[in-house]
């Protein structure tokens, strides 16, 4: 059975709807439950409980704590929260994000044809292809010498200045689909305010061969706007011409005045709306990078891609509907088993980044506390989202997962087409796999020797198993939009606004005060601790000046 955070098994939402109650006598029914015996007890279990959406994605979810009566049960609640209405709203650009009065498009950027929202917005599509008209020029461009740079050196190297949804999503499908790079250019991503990163990155390039991209929806993001400043600096002072900012810099932006007051020429900024939500917006001109590296062919796969998975998600019965399942899944796990982390486990080095990319999407979506009227909520919202890559995880943190007190939900992703040297394919996916088989069906000892606890596994630890048959740009919009939609429709299960982000405003104001009173230009109380490490930190910074 599972450990609820308490240690009491069971759940503590004090939710009060009749389909919660409902779900919760499941989850009692299913306490002794081992997932292994349900198997025994309906040998198509792997052919029901898992769905196949478009672009070779496959998703099986047999091995978690669920039967056929619990997931009637879950399908109730999509039924009575009526979520296909809902994402119909979301494609038709109702205003989903209330608090910021805004419509949830992203979806926009990759309609294939005359689509739901534009009865409500009859200039997105137009603006649309418009802007990916002015990319595919860019990129064009660049990678056959029309754009060069100041000194007439053609482009090598384009650095992407951007942070949160401005770098992850970019970075993470650039890293995956770099066998389809072309050639023409290298790609790298300055995110951290850390000048480190900016040594590591910047540094050893060619200031007459880089292109930088300051890449951010609000032009306000202060990591960003200073590394952009550092940036330019750099360029500047090997270039030693204040001209040549025109030929190095172009921006992606939904606040062109911003950018222009940076120096940026308004030719080459790239528009961002605010109906695109950061995370949710590489496949907007934020997305630069990525055609840039893999060229605009490969970027369009992608974004069809996305779209098929729109389709999926717009159409199919809820029943077999990747993202709406995905998040039933998720949902029983968290507010049902009680279990408030989650790991992403891609065994594909090319998927390395996709945890982080996924916290962002998911964590900062759902990590709320409000309804979407900003009433409290009294059932929890979004798990801790982390993960690593198969094998090397095996060899690390695989054993908490295996023996440790608390139950971690897994989502293995593994790609099917054999990689350059079938050998390593092979013992790759076979760990996959073996790892999914063993969390769920552990292993008993047998007899009373001094280490049978101690070898003892007690599986029954939930995991889904995400197959792709090829990683394609297609294939990997298709996984991509699978978790924007799943994410969404967890909100939707929750009750909250997936997409604003009141919370991360603190800290930004924190860090503007403190800085201010670091450069010495104010001065705030603070608490003890507070007021001791900036102390601390300005005798210690002004020693190692001295
Ligand atoms: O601070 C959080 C956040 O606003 C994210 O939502 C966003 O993706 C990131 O910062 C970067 O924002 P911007 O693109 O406006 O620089």
Same mark, same amino acid.
């Given at each position: 059975m599972f450990l609820s955070d308490d240690g009491s098994?069971? =759940?503590?939402s004090t939710h009060n709807n009749p389909l919660w109650s409902a779900l919760f006598k499941h989850r009692e029914r299913l306490a002794d439950v081992r997932v292994a015996d349900l198997f025994d007890g309906d040998p198509q279990r792997q052919t029901h409980m898992s769905a196949a959406g478009p672009n070779g994605v496959f998703f099986d979810?047999?091995?978690?704590?669920?039967?056929d009566d619990a997931l009637r049960a879950l399908l109730a609640l999509v039924e009575q929260l009526e979520i296909t209405k809902q994402i119909e709203h979301q494609f038709a650009g109702d205003i989903l994000n209330v608090s910021e009065q805004? =419509?949830? %498009?992203?979806t926009a950027l990759r309609?294939?044809?005359?689509?739901?929202f534009e009865q409500q917005h009859p200039n997105i599509a137009e603006d649309v292809a418009q802007t990916l008209k002015r990319v595919e020029q860019l990129v064009a461009d660049v990678h056959t010498g029309v754009w060069r740079g100041h000194t007439g050196k053609q482009i090598t190297d384009v650095v992407n200045i951007g942070i949160g949804g401005s770098h992850l999503g970019p970075q993470l499908v650039s890293d995956a689909l770099?066998?389809?790079?072309?050639?023409?250019c290298r790609v790298h991503f300055l995110a951290n305010v850390d000048d480190a990163e900016f040594a590591r990155v910047?540094? =050893?390039?060619n200031p007459a061969e880089t292109l930088f991209i300051v890449a951010s929806?609000?032009?306000?993001t202060k990591e960003t706007l200073l590394n952009a400043l550092s940036a330019r600096a750099w360029l500047l002072s090997e270039l030693?011409?204040?001209?040549a900012t025109a030929q190095h810099f172009v921006a992606v932006s939904a606040n062109v005045t911003k950018a222009v007051d940076f120096g940026i020429a308004e030719q080459n900024i790239f528009p961002m709306w605010d109906w695109v939500g950061g995370r949710f917006s590489?496949?907007?001109?934020?997305?630069l990078p990525i055609a840039m590296l893999i060229g605009m062919d490969n970027f369009r796969a992608l974004l069809r891609g996305a779209a098929d998975m729109d389709e999926h998600f717009a159409s199919s019965p809820v029943a077999e509907n990747l993202p709406i399942i995905a998040a039933l899944v998720g949902f029983w796990n968290r507010n049902?088993?009680? %279990?408030n982390n989650y790991a992403v486990m891609p065994y594909d080095d090319r998927l390395r980044d996709l945890a982080a990319f996924l916290q962002q999407l998911e964590m900062e979506s759902? +990590?709320?506390?409000?309804?979407?009227?900003?009433e409290p909520i009294h059932h929890h919202t979004v798990p801790v989202v982390w993960g690593g890559i198969g094998t090397n995880a095996q060899h690390a943190f695989f054993q908490m997962l295996h023996q440790g007190t608390q139950t971690v939900p897994i989502d293995f992703i593994a790609v099917l087409e054999a990689t350059a040297n079938t050998e390593h394919h092979d013992a790759l996916i076979a760990n996959c796999f073996a790892q999914a088989e063993g969390l769920m069906i552990g292993r008993d000892i047998v007899g009373?020797?001094? %280490?049978a606890n101690h070898r003892r596994t007690p599986g029954n630890k939930p995991s889904n198993m995400i197959l792709l048959d090829t990683l394609s740009p297609q294939s990997l919009g298709s996984l991509l939009a699978m978790y924007e939609h799943k994410t969404f429709v967890l909100g939707l299960l929750w009750q909250?606004?997936?997409?604003?982000?009141? +919370?991360?405003e603190l800290g930004k104001a924190l860090a503007d005060d403190i800085e201010g009173e670091i450069a010495g230009n104010a001065t705030r109380s603070h608490d003890g601790s507070t007021q001791q490490l900036i102390e601390r930190y300005l005798s210690k910074a002004r020693d190692s000046k001295r």
């Open positions: 098994g069971m =759940p503590s979810y047999s091995k978690n704590l669920i039967d805004r =419509p949830v %498009l992203h309609a294939k044809s005359a689509s739901a770099r066998g389809y790079g072309t050639g023409n910047v540094t =050893p390039l929806k609000s032009f306000g030693k011409d204040d001209d590489l496949w907007s001109a934020i997305g049902m088993c009680e %279990l759902n +990590g709320k506390r409000v309804d979407s009227n900003g009373d020797g001094e %280490l909250i606004n997936s997409f604003d982000q009141w +919370g991360v």
